[in-house]
C-alpha cells in the first residue's frame, strides 16, 4: 500500500457530559473521537468493511498510541485528523491529530491487522485502491 | 404474570469517569447503572432473550421514567433493585431504585413491551415462569 | 414565565460507539443528546448558570420522562429541538424531541427546579429575560 | 521512588452497556477500566491528590500506550492490576493489565508527571512514602 498522502479530517465540539471532575474533556474520550474520525474516512473513502466481514475479513486494533499534548474544555470545536501507513506486510497504522485552531491537542497511532479468523493476513486490495482513489491518484 | 414480591439487587461503586463538571454522577449515567441491574436480574432468574430472539420475539423499552431525588458521588456504594410488574395485556414495568444506604438517590420505572417484528405481543410464558421461580412460588 | 413559541433545535450524527450490541443507539445515549442540546440552547439565549451559580443559584434536573418510538442507527443524522414552559411557580419542563426527517424518534419532557442550596425557589428572572429576548419578544 | 513490587488489582465485571456493535467491550471502555483501577490504588495507599493540588501539584497523563491481546464480552469477570515505576527525573508510568482467568486481555502502560502549573516537577515525596507504605516496606 502506497504512503497516504492527503489526510482526512472531520470538525466537532466537545459536549459537556464528556468532560469530567477536573472541567476537562475524560482521557477515554478522546480515543471515541479518534474512532469516529476513523470510521467517518472508512466510509468516506468508501471502504465497505461489511463486505469483507461477509468474505470473513476483518479489522482488529491491536496497538493505541496516544500522546496528550493539552486538553479539550466544554464547547471547544476541534478538527480530528486521519492518515493511513502501512509497516511491513501485516501493519496498517492510523496516524491522528487533534488540534484546536493552533494548538496541537493529541497525537495518536493506531494500530490495526486484518485477520482472516485464523490468523492476520496482508491488508485486503480494497484497502490501498479505496484510499488511492480518495486520493484521485488512482 | 403476577406481581413479584422479592425485588432483586446488586450493590454498585460510582467510579471518577462517571462524574461530571459539577463533581457528582452524570444524569444519562443512572440510565446505565439502572440497565445493567435489569440485565443482571434477567440473567438471575434464567430468562434467555436469545432463545426468544431465536423465535423472533424481541423486548423493546418504550418508556423510562426518573425522580432524582439526590446525587451520587465519587466513590459512592450504592444498591441498585429490580422488581417487575405486569400493566394491562402488554406493558411490563420495570420497578426500580437505586439507594445509598438509607439515602434515595433514584426512583426508575422502565416500561417494555414485547414484539413479534412486527406488533407488541403479550409477555411470552417464561417471563412469568422464571420471576415465580426466582421467587420460589413455582 | 411566558409559554415559549419558537423551539431551538441542532442537529448531530449518530457516532459507532453509541451504538450497543443490538446496532441501535443505546438507551441511556439518548439522554446525552438531550443534554446537550439543552446545554447548547442555554449558551445560545444567553443565559449564564456561572453567574447564577456565582449567586448561590442552581437548577436541578428532577425528573426525566422519555419516550421512545424508533432507534437510531449508526450514521443517521437527527435533529434535537428543546423548548421551555413553567408549570405552577417551580417547575420548568423543558420539552425535547428527537426525530430523523419525519420520523418521530424520542419525545423527552425534563424537568428542572432552581435551589438556593437550600430550598427550591422561582427560576430567577434572568431566565424569562433570555428566553424572550431569544424569541425577539423583549 | 523505588521499584514497587506488589502490584494492586481490583475485579471488575463487564456490562452491556460498554459493548459495542461487534458484540464486544468497545476500545475506549479499557481506557475507562485502566483509570478506575489507577485512581482505586491511588485511594488505596492512601494518596491524597486534594491535599496536592491545594498546594498547587496535579499530576497529568501525557502518554497512553494500550496493547489489545483479547476482547472482553458481556457478562466477563476481569482484572485489572497497576505497578508504579518511575523513569529518569519526572516520568511515572502505571503498568497495568487486564486479565480475564489466564488470558492475557491487556497490556497498559500509562505515563504521568506532576506540574506545579507551569513546569513538570519530580514527583513529590508524598507519593514514593505512600507506595512504600502500602507494599510495607516503610
Redesign the interface.
Do not use: F, S
Given at each position: 500500500m502506497p504512503e497516504m498522502k492527503k489526510p482526512f479530517s472531520i470538525t466537532l465540539q466537545v459536549?459537556?457530559?464528556e468532560?469530567?471532575?477536573q472541567?476537562i474533556v475524560?482521557?477515554?474520550?478522546y480515543?471515541?473521537y479518534l474512532?469516529?474520525a476513523r470510521?467517518e474516512f472508512i466510509?468516506t473513502i468508501g471502504l465497505d468493511f461489511a463486505a469483507l466481514h461477509a468474505r470473513g475479513i476483518d479489522p482488529?486494533?491491536?496497538?493505541?498510541?496516544?500522546?496528550?499534548?493539552k486538553a479539550l474544555r466544554?464547547?471547544d470545536t476541534f478538527d480530528v485528523s486521519v492518515a493511513m501507513e502501512q509497516e511491513g506486510r501485516l501493519k496498517i497504522h492510523f496516524l491522528q491529530k487533534i488540534t484546536r485552531g493552533t494548538d496541537d491537542i493529541m497525537h495518536g497511532r493506531v494500530t490495526a491487522v486484518f485477520t482472516d479468523g485464523r490468523r492476520p493476513i496482508a491488508p485486503p486490495p480494497e484497502v490501498a485502491d479505496a484510499m488511492l482513489k480518495w486520493e484521485g491518484r488512482e
Open positions: 459536549r459537556d457530559y468532560c469530567d471532575i472541567g475524560n482521557n477515554a474520550v480515543q471515541n474512532e469516529h470510521h466510509k482488529v486494533v491491536y496497538r493505541v498510541e496516544l500522546d496528550y499534548k466544554p464547547g
